[in-house]
């Protein structure tokens, strides 16, 4: 444990400290000692919604209600049914609660909470916020990159990143990938493990954890458990949320904090609350895990209650059977024993003991997030595991390129060696369509950036990994741009030649150009969209709309010069109509299809009626879709995407800056 504190000491210097007396153990070398986390009059309210759109009902709905309590060095468990509100109250105490509707104070060893305690504690969310296509080494070196300062060399990094491996019990699995839905990986316990090892680079004083033994099996739970306990006695203060843990999971608790709709009903030592509840009238039969049996009692299950036997003994001493049945009253009447009880009294002494006059009317939550490294150091490791990330996920990268290659094949062949005739014009303009269609809803797959990987960015961002900024950069830098932008260039490849379109070589690039623009711009606007959002289906719905309400005013579906004039305007918002635009100028300028002696269609259909004409070119069919020929004809398209581009991106990054990112 040395290295780890010389790492965390060296942290410490950089971010806010926590505790004086930490601070003077590490000092002297010791090994450092978990934070004592107290809570003093905690209360959570949340405004709920009800009713139709039109006439919506707000309501206050009470999640905590005057919860107090201490949790020191040990392992501190939060127990209760589902909805008591033990989830809440463990992102109060680790400062990851919207603070809008709390009250109360959290006090970290008798000091105010510091402002970014959140991004010097551990926390461990229920769901996994690994990378699945990263090694189980490669994730503890990108947390060790972020979360540890520059001042610690590379070389004692990897030993903070080796001893953590083997504290876990991650020796054989280290270089495995984790795993996703396509990729097998390490196994439920050993990703839970991974999770862990993730906060544990920084050697936090305080780890978190909500429900670790979520999604395992029993045996598994155990192991996890017990790991946890290990740490516990070397120092470190665990504080868990736990739903109806086994037998032998609850005998490792230290400290039991038990609630009941937002109410204390125990806080104590574990092994005492079976004696405690004994006392006010519930008797646990024997064989019978301790902590159903809570959920029992909370619940109101009558064999639970052994009524006859306490209230022979003392009848004061047991509840009002009434009182047993009425639902939430047993929560208040729980509550209201335990209030008289010494376990309660002895915690307000010991609170008062550890306020020292600083508690206050309300949460001073950690708002601020504090970094301890520069934006390009973070930019550069985001980048890193982004492009990784992409590489491992074939189905994503090179699938989509294959896919593109068979399609611009395909379609080479329908549009085979375009001639200089009327139906070469009607083919040059059906390829022209196709391709800037086909690259906007190509760009649908963009939706999927920030929602899949949405809990991942929120754990991060808040835990102070990185900077909004530093993170939606790497992802425009390898997924947005690259993906976009190689497909585009293979469609103009394969099919540019085969249609055969103008061989020139200046065409050529300005029409590969068009296509990576409208791919681009056409990404970016699905990004702006679905920034924010949770559902992929949502998203999927409402750039699905927008495009093909762009495509009709794209210029080939309708003449937009006959469009009504109050309807006009929508074409300046349309993408395909600046690629289409560009394509059509870039192929057409200079093209004569009159003097072609294998044309059979009447060239005064599409010629303008003139006394001289003999000829008919591309600029008049140019001209009669209202298309001037010009170079800034052709090129203000691409100016005219190039600054929808930006705007949609700055949309997006303004979306994801301002996200909600706390429960």
Known sequence: MENSNSLADLQ????????????????????????????????????????????????????????????????????G????????????????????????????????????????SGYVVQDDVVMGTLTVRENFQFSAALRLPRSIRNREKNERIGQVIKELGLT???????????????????????????????????????????????????????????????????????????????KLFGSMTLLASGRLVFHGPASEALDYFSGIGYSCEPFN???????????????????????????????????????????????????????????????????????????????SITYTTSFFHQLKWVTKRSFKNLLRNPQASIAQVLVTLVLGLIVGAIFFGVQDNLTGIQNRAGAMFFLTTNQCFSSLSVIELFITEKKIFIHEYISGYYRVSSYFIAKLFVDLIPMRAVPAIVLTITTYFLIGLKLQP?????????????????????????????????????????????????????????????????????????????????????????????????????????????????????????????????WQNHVALAIMMFIYMIISYTKLRFMKKMS
């Open 289 to 367: 895990n301790p902590a159903d049996f809570f959920l029992d009692i909370i619940n109101g299950d009558s064999t639970a209650v052994n009524m006859n036997k306490v209230v022979d003994l003392d009848p004061e001493m047991a509840l009002d059977a009434s009182d047993v049945k009425k639902g939430t009253t047993i929560a208040e009447k729980l509550a209201e024993e335990y209030s008289k009880s010494y376990y309660y009294s002895e915690m307000i002494s010991e609170l008062k003991k550890l306020s020292s006059g600083k508690v206050g009317n309300s949460v001073s939550v950690a708002q």
């Open 81 to 120: 049914p589902t909805g008591s509100g033990k989830s809440s109250l463990l992102d109060i105490l680790a400062g990851r609660k919207d603070p809008s509707g709390l009250k109360g104070q959290v006090l970290i060893d008798g000091a105010l909470q510091p402002s970014n305690f959140k991004c010097i």
């Open 506 to 634: 200046a065409a050529f690039f300005i029409a590969m150009l068009t296509l990576i623009q409208v791919s681009v711009t056409a990404a970016s606007l699905g990004l702006a969209v679905a920034t924010g959002q949770d559902i992929v289906a949502v998203a999927n719905l409402t750039i699905t709309v927008v495009f093909v309400l762009m495509i009709i005013f794209s210029g080939l579906l309708v003449n937009l010069p006959s469009v009504v004039n109050w309807l006009s305007w929508l074409k300046y918002l349309s993408i395909p109509r600046y690629g289409l635009s560009a394509l059509q100028v870039n192929e057409f300028a200079g093209l004569n299809f009159c003097n072609n002696s294998g044309s059979s269609t009447p060239i005064e259909n599409i010629c303008e009626a003139r006394t001289d004409v003999l000829t008919c070119t591309g600029e008049h069919y140019l001209a009669r879709q209202g298309i001037e020929v010009s170079v800034w004809a052709l």
């Open 172 to 250: 054989k699995v280290a270089d495995s990938k984790v795993g996703t839905m396509f990729i097998r990986g390490v196994s439920g316990g050993e990703r839970k493990r991974t999770n862990i090892g993730m906060e544990l680079i920084i050697d936090p004083s305080v780890l978190f954890l909500d429900e670790p033994t979520t999604g395992l099996d029993a045996s598994t739970a155990l192991a996890v458990l017990m790991l946890l306990q290990r740490m516990s006695r070397k120092g470190k203060t665990i504080i868990f949320s736990i739903h109806q843990p086994r037998y032998s999971i609850f």
């Open 12 to 79: 410490m210097n950089d971010v806010v400290v926590t505790t004086a007396k930490s601070n003077s153990k590490s000092d002297r070398g010791e090994p450092s000692t978990g934070s004592t986390v107290s809570f003093h009059d905690i209360c959570y309210s949340v405004k709920v919604k009800s009713g139709l759109p039109c006439i919506r009902k707000t309501k206050v709905k009470e999640i905590l209600r005057d919860v107090n309590g201490i949790m020191g060095p040990g392992m501190n468990a939060i127990l």
